[in-house]
Nanobody, 126 residues
């Protein structure tokens, strides 16, 4: 069973950049599809980005495409989310998620992920 710990959140201004990290332990990291999701106050959790086991397949939400980049380092058991040109609407708690059985077709679906981190707050001021 894998444990996930996010880091890198904080308060930034509109247009700034931020990089989130999610460190995994207790499992074979390279066997997990990794995803980033976010939840803003009063809203449902939404998909942000996902990356396949080898990193060869990546998916983004339309709202972050061209601004965010997901990557993984299987040697360091870590997945990253580089966020550029941040907007106030990006403000949310960002969660890292993992699952060994997800297919490329279901990478966007939060219900498919069995393992979740505790979340890290990202606040973008206007």
């Amino acid at each position: 069973q894998v444990q996930l710990v996010e880091s890198g959140g904080g308060l930034v201004q509109t247009g700034d950049s931020m990089k989130l990290s999610c460190a995994a332990s207790g499992g074979t990291f390279s066997s997990y599809v990794m995803g980033w999701f976010r939840q803003a106050p009063g809203k449902e959790r939404e998909f942000v980005a996902a990356i396949s086991r080898s990193g060869g397949n990546i998916r983004y939400a339309d709202s972050v495409k061209g601004r965010f980049t997901i990557s993984r380092d299987n040697a360091k058991n870590t997945v990253y989310l580089q966020m550029n040109s941040l907007k106030p609407e990006d403000t949310a708690v960002y969660y890292c998620a993992a699952d060994p059985a997800i297919t490329i077709a279901t990478m966007r679906w939060s219900d498919e992920y069995d393992y979740w981190g505790q979340g890290t707050q990202v606040t973008v001021s206007s």
